[in-house]
């Protein structure tokens, strides 16, 4: 990695860009008060007292879409580089990317029709 | 003797030149980056200014005017007064996630600016895949939205965390997607390509024009991403007091506000790349007098670079002109229509839209 001297300025932004919020908190600590009390500590519900724990379980759907946003993702990183050579390649690949991308269509279509794309 | 000690000043002044040969490399390299970090601060005051000025006019108020001249300087009072303020930490929260998801919400969208072309050669980073680290990087977010979720130990923060996540994550498949067809019109990811490809027929060369459907995606998705009207759930969500911003006070939240507009000011400059024309005057056939040929001499050099600072400037503020009067005009959608949109409208439409843009290249081929 230290090879693609193109990457410098980037890892240069990458430090300064952390330093910002780094920076944020020390200024915050240096000017903020701090009045401790125990109403301020505890969580926020509406105006009564938190009930139960805070770690509940969750549903099932949230995973779902996790798992259809990973494999259409990294369908999309596959494209990439057959659309960034398109031109020299040519109508075989493009055959090849089209059967690609149909099977992942009925891959969406089988995810849809099995309800792992729903909210409810 | 004499030559003895001339050549040994010579090897000196050698070494010495070296060392600040160094020295000179990292400032030439930092001099870029605070320039680029102080245009986007100046940025975000103009943009703020901007979304309150325009909200005010829709609302037939008057904005702000009290925090320096017509009320520039509101975005630096606010975070001045944040930043004055307590820093609470919820008890039994996390305290490392707790602090470290507003910092990568910020980070990981200002990282996504080195890639913006101002000019020909006025970009911080004119990488080989360009707006690909757009994409990447800004896939980085909804991590730190879920470390402020469940970091805050709060069951409403972890699940507006979580909701927040969901619909980022559904939504930056159909930007993928559309980005992916503009760069196969371009064939390249970079951007400078990218803008240079649309130069050729002034107006009508704006990918625009190519990618209509692409752009009506494009918009609505980075609307999506920045978490914006009709698509502010997770904001919404803290007016019904819940989401995952609950338990934040001070600056932290200010880095939440921040890195909304960072991500707003961000899709707009890429709208701009992308499908606007970027840096180019945009009137076609228009003729430079011989005074102004560009790389010619040094005067029309920065001629020519401050007129592509100030066109892609003038085409983003003009675009930021739709996101802000459509946050006053539609509705917010709930969460089940927000998401069918993204996995079972957009997602097919452009997948669509890159098919047609393969098929119409292959006939051009």
């Known amino acids: 990695m230290f090879l693609l001297y193109e990457y410098d300025i980037f890892w240069a932004f990458l430090i300064i860009s952390s330093v910002i919020p780094i920076l944020a908190f020390l200024i915050s600590g240096l000017l903020s008060p701090i009045r401790k009390g125990p109403e301020k500590l505890s969580s926020y519900e509406s105006g009564i007292e938190p009930m139960g724990d805070a770690w509940l379980q969750f549903r099932i759907r949230y995973y779902m879409f996790a798992l259809v946003f990973v494999v259409f993702d990294v369908e999309t990183v596959f494209l990439y580089p057959w659309a960034m050579s398109f031109d020299v390649l040519g109508v075989p690949v493009f055959i090849e990317a089209l059967i690609f991308v149909l099977i992942l269509i009925v891959g969406l279509v089988y995810a849809w029709r099995k309800g792992a794309l729903e909210w409810s | ?365």
Request: with cysteine; hydrophobic share 50%; proline share 4%.
């Open chain 2, 1 to 365: 003797m004499i030559i003895d000690t001339t050549t040994v000043q010579a090897i000196n002044s050698f070494s010495r030149l070296k060392s600040l040969n160094e020295v000179y490399g990292i400032l030439w390299m930092l001099v870029p980056i605070f320039t680029l970090v102080l245009g986007i601060t100046i940025g975000i005051l103009v943009i703020v200014w901007l979304e309150r000025e325009i909200s005010a006019g829709i609302q037939q108020r008057i904005g702000p005017e009290y925090a320096g001249p017509f009320g520039v300087l509101q975005a630096l009072a606010d975070g001045t007064k944040l930043l004055f303020k307590e820093n609470l930490f919820p008890s039994r929260g996390d305290t490392r996630l707790f602090s470290i998801g507003p910092s990568i919400a910020v980070i990981s969208t200002l990282l996504s600016y080195s890639v913006i072309p101002f000019g020909y050669h006025f970009v911080l980073a004119d990488l080989n895949i360009g707006v690909f680290l757009w994409i990447a990087i800004s896939s980085i977010a909804p991590v730190g939205l879920l470390m402020s979720g469940y970091g805050s130990n709060n069951k409403y923060s972890f699940l507006g965390g979580l909701r927040a996540a969901a619909q980022s994550i559904s939504y930056e498949i159909p930007l993928t997607l559309c980005v992916l067809s503009i760069s196969l019109l371009s064939n390249s990811s970079s951007t400078v390509d990218i803008v240079e490809a649309q130069s050729k027929y002034g107006f009508g060369g704006w990918n625009l024009w190519r990618q209509p459907i692409g752009f009506i995606i494009f918009l609505i998705s980075s609307l999506a991403e920045c978490e914006r009207l009709p698509f502010d759930l997770p904001e919404a969500e803290e007016e019904l007091v819940a989401g995952y911003q609950t338990e934040y006070s001070g600056i932290k939240f200010g880095l939440f506000y921040v890195a909304s507009y960072l991500n707003l000011l961000v899709s707009s400059l890429f709208v701009t790349v992308l499908y606007l024309g970027g840096w180019n005057i945009s009137i076609p056939y228009i003729s430079v007098p011989e005074f102004f040929d560009f790389e010619i001499n040094k005067v029309g050099r920065v001629f020519g670079t401050t007129m592509g600072i100030l066109i892609t400037l003038v085409k983003t503020y003009l675009f930021l002109f739709i996101p802000i009067t459509t946050r006053w005009t539609l509705p917010r959608l709930r969460m089940d229509q927000l998401l069918n949109l993204g996995w079972k409208f957009l997602l097919p439409i452009s997948l669509g839209n890159l098919l047609l843009t393969t098929s119409s290249q292959l006939f051009s081929l």
